[in-house]
């Protein structure tokens, strides 16, 4: 599986962003999909993720009620609408994808990546 990530820029806050992930390969469907995010200077971190089966969603708290991921199946992408954004979520972005069981909060059972998107917010 191939991940390319877009969608991130510059914004003030209170603003919004939407982040894509478009995957490349087989069984897209059969993954669960995540966003986690590093802020300068510190470890990444679980931002959002979504099942492979009933798209049930998760979210770091901080986020939860600003941030929504959802998925289509049928275009092999994943996104992440963010809004009301404050300079605490400037960060590059990462998309991942997991299969098999486990946390889906848990970075280390990703086993693709893609690139990351740089996401700023000034205040």
């Known amino acids: 599986v191939q991940l390319q990530a877009s969608g991130g820029g510059l914004v003030q806050a209170g603003g919004s962003l939407r982040l894509s992930c478009e995957a490349s390969g087989p069984s897209f469907g059969s993954y669960h999909m995540g966003w986690f995010r590093q802020p300068p200077g510190k470890e990444r971190e679980f931002v959002a993720a979504?099942?492979?089966?009933?798209?049930?969603?998760f979210y770091r708290d901080s986020v939860k009620g600003r941030f929504t991921i959802s998925r289509d199946n049928t275009k092999n992408t994943v996104y992440l609408q963010m809004s009301s954004l404050t300079p605490e979520d400037t960060a590059i972005y990462y998309c991942a994808s997991k299969g098999g069981p486990g946390a889906v909060t848990t970075l280390g059972l990703y086993a693709f990546w893609g690139q990351g998107t740089q996401v700023t917010v000034s205040s």
């Open positions: 979504i099942s492979w089966i009933g798209g049930r969603t």
